[in-house]
């Protein structure tokens, strides 16, 4: 075994070593093998015969002939036609083989045959894709959700993910906020980790795409997202990998679930077609504030002056001849809300071309989505471009490009939680007082910034660049024993530029203008090889045995400087102005991987398989470097048993089991384990260092062990599909941030500390209920439940208006609980839950948390005759959320003039006996600062999310022009929302950048409302 | 064989990529850090972490800004108008234990006391000949200094606090360590001054004004006897630094000493500059670097008192705001009218020895010299001093300080710790509950630390 000697020289390291041998055992054995082939020429018979096209007749080039038992091949020549010369007799058997048709095996008895070959689609339809691999869906063992490319396709929203909502069980969705193009909350079967990250690994192709957000100038909350710089045009499906069994192959990467993205690629031998799709769409803002009026802001306020014992000839809003601003009645309202929002287009453009030869399969995409926020001026474009390359060189070599050229940019403004934002300015600021001052300039009455100046006066713009390029090589060893290599990059570079000028709250004078300028870059390298086996032994034993490794590296760099001191307001770039100061920095992790899946079906009825994955991790310790995350899953078509069939009742019934290990080290900082000092920490402009971190030599992976069971049924040959999951994940070994006495010096240290546990059931329903010719009408409706529970926590970690503590989900909300408001006095009675007769810390209590009970989506497709109608519902159902929006605006009077109010104030107490929940007016006490449950809502709702329909023109009439198909549409998008939600929209997060809050709103717009009309058009 | 030969080349390459890039892979350096083990190893690294110390002592969350905005906010010259309703408690003195601003305010305390520990650990191992022991016992005796200033200001905020004076290396180290009584931290202050009183050079030269000097360590002491009443010793150290009148003096105008930096008034006055900012101005105005706020602004009461007949040219603190709204005054209209985040911290300076002195002085019954410090203090701010003729009575004198330091220390953080040590606060702030004169130790640390107890009042 000369060539384990040969490695063992090149062998980098012990640590290595175990992962190696395993990999080099599973090679040794191949080797074995394909080298043990003989053959022996003998001339018996003569055989001619042609190979086409079952569907359309057209002559096979380079088809390939095999007698069965034989090596004896032939390759069919340009008219399609082979001859054999071979020394088997008559009658034997003939295997026929052609790359992108059905295999055919016929018994030949004499000379010549012409021999038909289907398309290969038909069998396609069934096949998953799941980690390094494709495998049936009748036959897997693991929970795996698909979603077609053509579901997804009208919806007009940026990101991929985004896209996802509602679309399939186990997956919760929800976007942050309105601005496109920016982060998504997306959760695969729950939350198991609280510093790490929770958000699921997304492969395109194969490759690993970086999610890691490139923003690094906050706008209050928000972050943009690396998954909208995908094209969802180029997307021919979608896999949602669930299970421990699906996902343990990605190991270390797989416990928050896998999204695997396949983008469309050319077929040999086919035509070119060309696809264009156009649409246009204008969105608006379903929902504002009900803000209160210029003279309900005097009425309270007087009320609160009055309450508080002021005299009433000083009362706040008295007549000017006393020297006041006049009455309640005499006062302005001023429509700042109303000012910041427009109706906002989106368009898109999407053209492809695909295609092949004999040799060469292609596909060409190019894709322009530009969408402007309902709230003026964020705007998110993208323009992209794709080429999926493949070269068959001979029957055995095959090598693929893929290349992704994504250009974006993004016009920004602080808009959510910031008081410079836009919303902020036009929200809070109350509405008696002027937008203008009286020589024109901005007016800024309150802490907030003019909403107009936000929108017209910011600069602050963010162009992206990203190229995702992989290449493959594909070797086919021996029949079924495959080689693969692939080598891939992401490079992800964003350049944000702001500037604020002197008209601006942050740029006004003295500052004179602030403005920063940053660049920051992602680049992720990646090698991976991959062995895979594929054998069926008498057409009932599967066997197939996959076996590979991955070095990946990944690079953060950011540099960004800013200035302040702008001659004027035309000058908007850092080097003209007075001062500037500069950062930069950049950090390195790397991980080096081997994994294995072995699987054996029996006469497709009785399945099992197992894989591991071996992952060394550059952020943890030597010693605890290497993770082993095994998996396997068994599964059972019942359907397939003799006693079944007899019901005649199913056309499907599989049982299927699984339990594995997956791992997470994402999102922890590069360095956690060791103890730090830093620098730039600067006095007297000199830098200086102080400790950063705390060293923890011991930390680990962190753990999720997932058990699934899932029952397929289908009925009416499958006609109707029901597929029901259970999953119990559980999470050890948490990476937490595990906060520590501050008079360490330290708040916190990374630890392994914590578990946690998410458990559900996942119900998805698929119908085609009707099937006539004319009419049709497809169902899919999918409902899932994901209890969520912190299992173990040494202490409770409180977090804005959660805390995280041990037998409470994560996202719960702490408050005090409002039991009233004394009809006596009028402040708010709070539950004294210590009974120690003081109101404090003691006695606040979880009151709810963001998690829904149940969510889903039910979506429904109708066809009749040219005519296609989609009908699509998202809904949530139970999930609580902290409404800070009116908790800063129910001030009762103690930010009076400052903070606008909404009209709810008007409930307030006013005289003894009145009985309501809203306290008196009172600048005084803490009736308004407690954090009341007052503000805690139920965010359950149901969505009308989609509603289109398209109109096919007749083929006829097409067929003079070339043209294949047309389709015609228009589409909804929220168009109703079913919710008690006393705020705009109860798809809301204000904490983006924070993913342990989750539901909590402020100040954000709503979800757009959009309308769209467009085209696909086929030759 | 020929074949097998042949595909061994391709299966080599993943064997030939290993061996290059593994050890890369495995073990990046961190580039914008330095090891524990590597962080004070000889003079330049040891002159760094005592810069960082300073950093620390200066950072937004202790004197750069949140020490500065609850101390001020706790007294009656401030009032609240601002947007996160959590800073409101400490204007209303119903400041909750998750309150934010503690907690973030405690943690750089006890950072800056680490970095501190760090030093006077690590400084005398340090194999370096070339950092000779003068240099050695500066360095020390600085850090000394600063862990006193942390020190006194935990004790005069909570009370009871633990002392920590090893510096951390793992998260077990302090366990145990719970509250001491507010003498022991006390004596911790002054156990801290004494040690750096004997290793920072006796009679300098120069004085860097921006770092601990043996002077600050003088004022220093003065003010911490001032706060135990022992008038005496408070009244020596005051001396101590006042009669070195050419190193400090105050300066003729009392704007002179806002607008320029590191006049003769200072004694140890913390430096910001472009490349280490404070946030402190956006608090007072609607815009500056950091996002200005304006969540602060004067009391009517103070206006009342900065613009009558004795405060003199103080009254030049406050600022009308000219845009609209009209009728806002805020103040700093003389320090940091014009900043970017660079307007300094004013720890000890020589207006306050004078007036320490005068307490002192009026405690020990030596009422016309007491009457003379606050005169001088008076006259430098052209106010009227007409009030301060024919005082004899201590308490009248005691009173006259006390409004002094209000005017002449306004927002330097002062009349809060007054006004308790006076035992006037409950009944100048309306101030029912005395627990209320202490801050809950933040609740994390209790959730944490089971070494650890909450302050009387709180929960």
Redesign the interface.
């Given at each position: 075994m000369k060539?384990i000697d040969?490695?063992q020289a090149?062998?980098?390291?012990r640590?290595?070593w175990p992962g190696f041998a395993f990999y080099l055992l599973i090679?040794a054995f191949f080797?074995g093998n394909?080298?043990a082939q003989e053959t022996t020429p003998l001339i018996n018979s003569t055989l001619k015969g042609t190979i086409s096209d079952a569907l359309t007749g057209e002559k096979l080039i380079g088809a390939s002939i095999l007698i069965q038992g034989t090596t004896h091949t032939a390759t069919s020549d340009r008219a399609g036609a082979f001859n054999f010369v071979t020394g088997q007799k008559f009658p034997y058997t003939l295997i026929i083989k052609y790359i992108g048709y059905q295999t055919k095996t016929l018994v030949v008895d004499g000379s010549p045959v012409n021999v038909k070959l289907e398309p290969e689609t038909n069998q396609l339809q069934d096949l998953v894709v799941v980690g390094y691999g494709a495998q049936d869906r009748k036959t897997l063992t693991s929970s795996v959700a698909t979603i077609s490319g053509k579901q997804i396709e009208d919806i007009p929203v940026a990101g991929v993910d985004q896209m996802l909502q509602g679309q399939a069980s186990g997956v919760l969705v929800s976007s942050n906020t309105s601005v496109p193009g920016s982060g998504i909350f997306i959760r695969v079967r729950g939350s198991s980790s609280i510093n790490a990250s929770n958000d699921p690994l997304y492969v395109v192709d194969g490759v690993f795409l970086n999610n890691r957000t490139l923003q690094s100038i906050s706008t209050g909350g928000q972050q943009t997202s690396p998954i909208a710089d995908l094209n969802p045009g180029d997307v021919e499906s979608i896999e949602i990998l669930k299970d421990a069994n699906a996902t343990a192959i990605y190991g270390s990467r797989g416990a928050n679930g896998v999204v695997l993205i396949t983008t469309k690629r050319g077929k040999l031998n086919r035509k070119p077609k060309v696809d264009i799709g156009y649409y246009k769409g204008i969105s608006k803002a379903i929902k504002f504030w009900p803000t209160i009026s210029g003279l309900g802001e005097g009425i309270l306020q007087n009320e609160t002056w009055l309450n508080d014992g002021g005299a009433f000839d000083k009362r706040p809003f008295r007549p000017k001849s006393e020297g006041g601003p006049g009455l309640p009645e005499e006062q302005e309202t001023i429509d700042r809300v109303g000012l910041i929002f427009q109706n906002a287009p989106t368009d898109n453009v999407d053209v492809s071309v695909a295609g092949g030869n004999e040799k060469t399969t292609y596909y060409l995409g190019g894709n322009y989505y530009s969408q402007d926020a309902i709230v003026k001026p964020d705007r998110f474009q993208r323009a992209s471009f794709r080429v999926n390359l493949g070269q068959q060189f001979n029957e055995k070599t095959k090598i693929g490009v893929s290349v992704n050229l994504v250009s974006t940019n993004r016009n920004m403004t602080p808009n959510n939680n910031?008081?410079?934002g836009t919303v902020n300015g036009a929200l809070y600021t109350p509405v008696y007082?002027?937008l203008y001052?009286?020589d024109g300039s901005y007016?800024?009455?309150s802490?907030f910034e003019n909403p107009v100046a936000a929108i017209k006066e910011t600069v602050f713009t963010d162009a992206g660049t990203r190229i995702t390029s992989n290449i493959f090589g594909e070797?086919k060893?021996l029949e079924g024993l495959k080689?693969r290599?692939s080598w891939s990059v992401d490079f992800n570079e964003s350049k944000a530029d702001n500037y604020f000028n002197s008209k601006l709250?942050?740029g006004?004078?003295?500052?004179n203008g602030?403005g920063t300028s940053a660049l920051n870059r992602n680049a992720t390298l990646i090698?991976e090889?991959l062995i895979s086996y594929d054998k069926v032994w008498e057409n009932v034993h599967q066997f197939n045995l996959t076996v590979g490794?991955t070095?990946?590296?990944e690079t953060f760099e950011t540099t960004s400087v800013t200035g302040?001191g702008y001659p004027t307001d035309q000058f908007t770039l850092v080097a003209s102005s007075a001062?500037q100061?500069g950062t930069s920095?950049?950090?390195?992790?790397?991980?080096?991987s081997f994994f294995g899946r072995a699987s054996y079906g029996y006469n497709r009825k009785y399945m099992i398989d197992a894989s591991i994955r071996a992952d060394?991790?550059?952020r943890f310790g030597k010693d605890n470097?290497w993770g082993y995350f095994p998996a396997a899953g068994v599964a059972w078509r019942a359907s397939e048993e003799e006693f079944i069939k007899q019901l005649n009742l199913f056309s499907e019934l599989k049982f299927n089991a699984s339990y594995g290990l997956t791992g997470n080290q994402n999102g922890i900082p590069?360095?956690a384990a060791?103890?730090?000092?830093?620098?730039g920490?600067?006095?007297?402009?000199?830098?200086?260092?102080?400790?950063?971190q705390?060293?923890n030599p011991n930390l680990k992976w962190e753990t999720t062990t997932q058990f699934n069971v899932g029952l397929n049924m289908g009925f009416l040959k499958d006609r109707l599909n029901l597929e029901l999951n259970y999953y119990n994940k559980y999470t050890t070994n948490l990476l937490l941030q595990?906060?520590?006495?501050?008079?360490?010096?330290?708040?916190s240290?990374f630890s392994n500390s914590g578990e946690i546990s998410n458990k559900g059931f996942e119900l998805s329903l698929n119908a085609q209920v009707i099937t006539h010719k004319a009419f049709t009408w497809n169902a899919r409706f999918n409902i899932s439940t994901n209890k969520n529970t912190i299992e173990k926590l040494?202490?409770?970690?409180?977090d804005n208006r959660t805390i995280m503590q041990q037998g409470s989900p994560l996202y719960s909300f702490y408050a005090h609980k409002q039991l009233g408001v004394n009809p006596a006095n009028g402040d708010v009675v709070f539950e004294d839950v210590?009974g120690?007769g003081l109101l404090?810390?003691?006695d606040?209590q979880i009151v709810g948390n963001a998690w829904p009970d149940f969510f889903g989506g039910f979506g429904n497709e109708f066809t009749y005759g040219n005519f296609d109608l989609n009908v699509f519902f998202n809904y949530s159902i139970g999930n609580k959320i902290w409404n800070n929006t009116r908790y800063?605006m129910g001030?009762g009077g103690?930010?009076n003039g400052?903070?606008a109010q909404l009209e709810e104030q008007l409930d307030r107490w006013q005289n003894p006996g009145d009985i309501t929940e809203v306290p008196r007016m009172t600048a005084?006490?803490?009736n308004?600062?407690i954090i009341s449950d007052r503000f805690l809502e139920d965010g359950s709702y149901a969505r009308l999310k989609t509603l289109s329909l398209g109109y096919k023109l007749p083929k006829a009439l097409l067929a003079k022009y070339h043209i294949s198909n047309v389709r015609l549409y228009i589409a909804a998008t929220n168009l109703i929302t079913i919710t008690k939600y006393k705020g705009v929209d109860p798809e809301v997060n204000t904490m983006g950048d924070n993913q342990n809050v989750m539901g909590y709103d402020q100040a954000i717009a709503s979800q757009p409302r959009t309308f769209q009309a467009g085209f696909n058009l086929s030759f | 064989?020929k074949?097998?030969s042949k595909?061994?080349l391709?299966?080599?390459?993943?064997?030939?990529?290993?061996?290059s890039?593994?050890?890369?892979?495995?073990?990046?350096?961190?580039?914008?850090?330095?090891?524990?083990?590597n962080?004070i190893v000889n003079k330049k690294?040891a002159d760094?972490?005592?810069?960082?110390?300073?950093?620390?002592l200066?950072q937004n969350n202790y004197q750069g800004n949140t020490f500065r905005y609850i101390v001020n906010l706790a007294d009656d010259n401030l009032r609240w108008?601002?947007?996160s309703?959590?800073n409101?408690?400490f204007d209303?003195h119903?400041v909750?234990?998750?309150n934010t601003s503690v907690?973030s305010l405690?943690?750089a305390l006890?950072?800056t006391?680490?970095?501190s520990?760090?030093i006077i650990q690590s400084v005398p191992k340090v194999n370096d000949q070339t950092f000779g022991q003068a240099d050695r016992n500066a360095a020390i005796g600085e850090a000394y200094f600063i862990r006193a200033l942390a020190y006194f200001d935990l004790v005069r905020l909570w009370g009871n606090v633990?002392i920590?004076t090893e510096s951390?290396?793992?998260?077990n180290?302090?366990d145990g360590?719970g509250n001491s009584t507010p003498a022991q931290v006390y004596k911790q202050v002054g156990d801290d001054l004494e040690v750096a009183q004997n290793l920072l050079p006796a009679s300098p030269v120069t004085v860097n004004r921006?770092?601990a000097s043996i002077y600050a360590v003088y004022a220093l002491k003065s003010r911490l006897f001032l706060y135990l009443g022992q008038w005496q010793q408070a009244l020596d150290y005051a001396d101590l630094v006042i009669k070195e009148s050419a190193k400090f003096s105050l300066v003729s105008s009392y704007s002179a000493f806002f607008n320029t930096k590191n006049t003769t008034e200072s004694i140890f006055e913390i430096?910001y500059?472009?490349?280490?900012k404070n946030s402190w101005a956006g608090n007072w105005f609607?815009?500056?670097?950091t996002?200005?706020?304006?969540?602060l602004l004067p009391t009517d009461e103070f206006i009342a008192l900065a613009r009558g007949p004795y405060g003199g040219d103080r009254k030049s603190l406050l600022l009308d705001i000219n845009?609209?709204?009209k009728g806002i005054i805020t103040y700093g209209n003389m320090n940091f009218?014009?900043?970017?985040g660079e307007n300094q911290v004013y720890a000890l300076r020589i207006a306050e020895l004078y007036l320490i002195r005068a307490e002192a002085k009026a405690e020990l019954n030596r009422i016309p010299e007491a009457v003379e410090d606050i005169r001088i203090i008076r006259l430098r701010a052209k106010a009227k001093d007409d009030d301060l003729n024919g005082l004899s009575d201590k308490s009248q004198v005691i009173t006259k300080v006390l409004q002094e330091r209000r005017l002449e220390l306004a927002y330097e953080s002062h009349r809060w710790f007054d006004l308790i040590r006076r035992g006037l606060a409950q009944q100048v702030l309306g101030i029912s509950d005395v627990n209320k004169l202490r801050y809950?130790i933040?609740?994390?640390?209790l959730?944490?630390?089971p070494?650890?107890k909450q302050n009387p009042g709180?929960?």
């Open positions: 060539i040969r490695a090149a062998l980098p390291g640590r290595l090679s080797f394909a080298s910031v008081p410079n007082l002027p001052n009286p007016a800024r009455p802490l070797y060893i080689f290599t709250q942050l006004q004078a003295p500052i602030i090698n090889q490794n070095l990946q590296k302040t001062s100061t920095r950049k950090s390195q992790a790397g991980l080096v060394a991790s550059s470097r590069d360095f060791l103890g730090l000092w830093n620098g920490n600067n006095y007297l402009s000199t830098s200086g260092i102080l400790p950063f705390l060293a595990q906060p520590i006495s501050q008079k360490l010096g330290f708040a240290i040494n202490t409770p970690i409180l210590n120690d404090s810390d003691a606040l800063r001030h103690s930010r400052v903070f005084k006490g803490n308004a600062s | 064989m074949f097998k595909y061994s391709i299966w080599a390459i993943p064997f030939l990529f290993f061996g890039s593994c050890k890369d892979l495995l073990d990046p350096k961190p580039l914008l850090y330095v090891a524990e083990e962080s690294s760094a972490a005592l810069i960082g110390t300073y950093s620390a200066g108008v601002g947007n309703p959590s409101r408690e209303v119903a909750f234990a998750t907690s405690w943690g006890y950072s006391i680490n970095s520990n760090n633990p920590i951390t290396r793992n998260p180290s302090a360590i921006n770092r430096d500059t472009i490349n280490n609607a815009s500056n670097l996002g200005g706020t304006r969540e845009t609209p709204p009218k014009i900043s970017t809950p933040p609740r994390q640390e959730l944490v630390d070494a650890l709180y929960n």
